[in-house]
């Protein structure tokens, strides 16, 4: 990350421009937050992406742009946008708790006094395994429905020999069902080396590949807690697929597959969560595709592997009643 240019003989500093944050990912509620700097390294309509020392990114939004788990919303005017209200890339960012008086030679100090707290990881109940499994086969449908043409999707019917598989869901279509396997059965180091093929395959910001991943993590780490799999086994599972992606991925997608293991999820991932696992799930249909309709195929890559993932743990609930 660069580091900001200090002001000259006989400059003075650069005055800082002021913003307040109206709400804010409770998972960047932490000490690294109030104290780190960033720059800007992504300016787009309503969003900006923010690289930070530590290597991972926040992501500053308008006020109507739900949030990422890494996410803060900031006050600009309603019609405004993230490049109007002044950000360039390179320019500096404090964030902070306050009005931050020691802020230094920045270009921005975005205050996160007063901003609600938003909780990235949804609540997760019980559910029997065979209702559980009804609503992810109403999650398969909607997907099929109405996910995006040019992502993963064809995962969800086909195979690697699958003549209509094209671009990089025919690359993925092997990796992706070999991390399937081999997280079914504990296989850590398969798990990782298939983890690396599928980390950063696809274009965009988030490849579909990361995208697939965060989502295969995601499942296990909430579907596994809702269906009461053993932790640990979990995690040497989602560890092991965070380990090998680590090379390929986006820095964003990077950063999403870390809040991912950890159950912390976009807002959109958020609320099909919370139908998923509610006490009835009278909402679920309206939530997934709220999800698919995320970017133009990460809702939907996502989607697929969080369904293939929360397969591969019903074929290891299986495994371990035959063993």
């Given at each position: 990350m660069p580091a900001a240019?200090?002001?000259?003989?006989?400059?003075?500093?650069?005055?800082?421009?002021g913003l307040r944050a109206v709400r804010v990912s409770r998972a960047l509620r932490d000490p690294e937050a109030g104290r780190a700097r960033a720059v800007v390294v992504g300016v787009h309509r309503r969003v900006c992406h923010l690289g930070r020392e530590s290597g991972r990114w926040v992501i500053l939004?308008?006020?109507?742009?739900?949030?990422?788990?890494?996410?803060?919303?900031?006050?600009?005017?309603?019609?405004g946008t993230i490049a109007e209200a002044g950000f360039r890339v390179g320019q500096t960012v404090a964030l902070?708790?306050?009005?931050?008086?020691?802020?230094?030679d920045v270009d921005w100090l975005v205050s996160l006094a007063g901003a609600a707290s938003w909780e990235p990881r949804p609540r997760v109940r019980p559910v029997p395994p065979g209702e559980l499994d009804r609503r992810l086969s109403v999650t398969r449908?909607?997907?099929?429905?109405?996910?995006?043409?040019?992502s993963f999707l064809p995962l969800l019917w086909a195979t690697g020999a699958d003549?209509?598989?094209t671009g990089a869901a025919r690359m993925a279509s092997e990796p992706a069902r070999g991390l399937g396997v081999a997280a079914a059965g504990g296989d850590v180091r398969s798990v990782a080396g298939a983890a690396s093929r599928l980390a950063g395959l696809g274009p965009g910001l988030t490849p579909s590949g990361d995208d697939f991943l965060a989502g295969f993590a995601a499942?296990?780490?909430l579907v596994g807690a809702s269906l009461g799999f053993d932790g640990a086994e979990r995690r040497r599972v989602t560890h092991a697929l965070v380990s090998g992606a680590r090379a390929g991925a986006s820095p964003l997608g990077r950063v999403w597959l870390e809040h991912a293991v950890r159950g912390e999820l976009p807002e959109p991932m958020t609320r099909f969560a919370a139908a998923l696992f509610a006490a009835e799930a009278?909402?679920?249909?309206p939530a997934?595709?709220?999800?698919?309709?995320?970017?133009?195929?990460?809702?939907?890559?996502?989607?697929?592997?969080?369904?293939?993932?929360?397969?591969?743990?019903?074929?290891s609930r299986t495994g371990a009643r035959r063993r």
């Open positions: 240019k200090p002001p000259g003989p006989g400059e003075s500093p650069r005055a800082a421009r939004s308008a006020p109507d742009v739900p949030l990422a788990p890494n996410g803060v919303a900031i006050e600009i005017t309603p019609a902070g708790p306050g009005a931050l008086a020691d802020g230094g449908a909607a997907a099929l429905a109405d996910g995006a043409c040019e003549p209509f598989l499942a296990w780490t009278r909402d679920l249909g997934v595709r709220a999800m698919l309709a995320v970017g133009a195929s990460s809702g939907t890559d996502w989607t697929v592997g969080f369904l293939l993932g929360a397969a591969a743990l019903a074929d």
